[in-house]
């Protein structure tokens, strides 16, 4: 006969492995999807920068000042992907200005409309939107919730 110790000993040696499995994957599944959405910044960044026309109406000759970085943070838990840096020609951009700002921005949820109304001027400008990170954030978060979501539903055996 099994004292009870030995099987609470048991059961808390697995569940702390099934733990350590979950916190593994998720640690994973945060440092791909951040890392693609970097990737897909940079390349959509890029197309942008080949609209001559709205690099020269913001006087600039290439786009080498928006920088695109990666962090993480509680273990990786966390991630966190973004422009850095003060130049604000980096929103306008991503965003656009007067009426390209009000085009771009329409379908986007409240939290984003509300990032870029930190830039907003008068709503007169003229420069053109080339969207790089938030179109990304958003194209990637539902596949990242569900997958999250199968992490975490994910049964260990009986």
Request: no cysteine; charged share 30%.
């Amino acid at each position: 006969m099994a004292r009870s110790g030995v099987v609470i000993d048991t059961v808390t040696r697995e569940l702390e492995s099934y733990r350590k499995d979950r916190v593994k994957k998720i640690i994973a599944l945060v440092a791909e999807v951040i890392s693609a959405i970097e990737v897909a910044a940079y390349r959509d960044l890029n197309r942008g920068s080949m609209d001559r026309d709205n690099m020269e109406r913001a006087g600039v000759d290439s786009l080498n000042f928006i920088h695109i970085d990666k962090k993480f943070s509680k273990g990786g838990l966390t991630g966190e992907v973004g422009v850095f840096g003060d130049n604000e020609l980096a929103a306008y951009f991503e965003f656009g200005t007067g009426l390209s700002a009000r085009e771009i921005l329409a379908p986007y949820p409240q939290e984003i409309k509300d990032i870029a109304k930190q830039f907003y001027i008068n709503g007169q400008g003229t420069l053109k939107g080339h969207p790089y990170l938030y179109n990304n954030y958003l194209r990637y978060k539902n596949d990242f919730l569900r997958d999250l979501e199968k992490i975490l539903n994910k049964e260990t055996r009986a």
